[in-house]
């Protein structure tokens, strides 16, 4: 199976998820520079969240042009009509997708309350007491950014034919080939 076949149909999410985020970003940088909040604050809230916008979009393209991280984030399950000997092909994302949207909306929480800490020169503690709940919305964000993208991916996977035909044909030859080796 080839993973020029699928290339083309995994750029769609990128375009679309890239629009979300630059939407996205537009809108709290808009929310943030019309705050009263000192020039240094304001700064300082830009840059942590553009960072982690760009961060979320950039993962999300290594993400979908690398042939490993796309069969470890979807699964394919075939079945078989046993009086047609039709197979039928569905991608569903993978159970990793929980385990890694979850882990890197961690990951990026702790990373922008120790950075934010570090810019303001006050204590860890202090900064997570007085700003904790802006990060765990942008938390809850990247955690349904990615639900939203590996699910766009699946979902364009299993609209694609000849995807599942190419899919069917690898499924076939490979148990053909397995059936051969048993046999000798």
Request: net charge positive; charged share 15%.
């Amino acid at each position: 199976m080839e993973f020029k076949l699928v290339k083309p149909i995994l750029k769609k999410p990128l375009i679309w998820m890239g629009s979300i985020v630059f939407a996205t970003l537009i809108i709290y940088l808009i929310v943030i520079l019309t705050t009263s909040l000192e020039k240094k604050a304001k700064i300082i809230w830009v840059c942590q969240i553009s960072l982690n916008f760009i961060c979320i979009y950039f993962v999300s393209i290594v993400l979908n042009f690398s042939k490993a991280s796309v069969t470890i984030f979807n699964d394919i399950h075939t079945t078989t009509n046993l009086e047609t000997n039709e197979i039928n092909v569905e991608i569903k994302a993978s159970k990793y997708t929980h385990i890694f949207s979850i882990f890197f909306s961690i990951i990026c929480f702790f990373i922008h309350i120790t950075s934010g800490s570090q810019l303001q020169k006050i204590t860890w503690g202090d900064y997570a007491k007085s700003y904790w709940w802006v990060f765990m919305i942008i938390m809850v964000y990247n955690i349904i950014y990615f639900y939203l993208f590996f699910n766009i991916n699946s979902y364009l996977l299993n609209a694609s034919e000849k995807f599942k035909l190419s899919y069917i044909d690898f499924y076939k030859n490979a148990k053909e080939h397995i059936d051969n080796k048993k046999s000798v």
